[in-house]
Structures are given as structure tokens and as C-alpha cells.
Nanobody
Framework: QAQLAEYGGRLVQAGDSLRLSCVAS????????IGWFRQAPGKEREFVAS????????NYADFFKGRFTISRDAAKNTVYLQMNNLQPEDTADYYC????????????WGQGTHVTVSS
């Protein structure tokens, strides 16, 4: 099963854009789904978006539609999260996770990457 690692988190200004990467090492199977989640300070982890490996079907939490875009590059075993017009409330740890059929809670999960948005 693939292991995941996130990259790209950093300090940005309000209104900036940022792209996060989730790199899978190992085999990603056709039926796998990779998702992005985030956890802001003092809040529960929340689902952001997911993409299916086979048919590129993308799913978004309503709150992020239109501002965040998930994509994947199968040749690079990488899933991206493009985030536009970032706001201070987007400050969080961002994680990617793989659903191999048993749900995201069964993982694997990456270690997370931190995004800070200053006003």
C-alpha cells in the first residue's frame, strides 16, 4: 500500500494562492481514492476534497467549491490541492489520506503540512 507525504505548506498573505502536493510512494491502485483534509487550531479535522484514481472523479466539501481545486498526476503519483484567495481562517494543518476501500479513517495518512495565512 502506498505511503503518503504532503509538501508545500508555508506562510502566505491573505488573498494569495498556494498549491499543496501529496506524493504517494508505492502502488496506488485503480480503485483508490486520495483525499485532502485539514485541521485548524482547536477544531476537528474536516474533509476538503477527494479524487478517484481510476476515473478522476472529484468530490468537494461545499465550503471549498470554487476556491480549492484537487487534481492528480498519475505519472508522478501525486495529488495536488490548488488553493486560491486564501484567508486567515484557512490556516490549518493539511493532510492527505488514501481510501483503499475501507474508508479514509483506515488510512494511510501523510504527516501533514502546515499553512499559515496572515491578514
Amino acid at each position: 500500500q502506498a505511503q503518503l507525504a504532503e509538501y508545500g505548506g508555508r506562510l502566505v498573505q491573505a488573498g494569495d494562492s498556494l498549491r499543496l502536493s501529496c506524493v504517494a510512494s508505492g502502488v496506488v491502485y485503480a480503485n483508490d481514492v486520495i483525499g485532502w483534509f485539514r485541521q485548524a487550531p482547536g477544531k476537528e479535522r474536516e474533509f476538503v476534497a477527494s479524487v478517484s484514481w481510476r476515473n478522476y472523479r472529484r468530490n468537494y466539501a461545499d465550503f471549498f467549491k470554487g476556491r480549492f481545486t484537487i487534481s492528480r498526476d498519475a505519472a508522478k503519483n501525486t495529488v495536488y490541492l490548488q488553493m486560491n484567495n486564501l484567508q486567515p481562517e484557512d490556516t490549518a494543518d493539511y493532510y492527505c489520506a488514501l481510501d483503499g476501500g475501507g474508508g479514509f479513517h483506515n488510512g494511510p495518512w501523510g504527516q501533514g503540512t502546515h499553512v499559515t495565512v496572515s491578514s
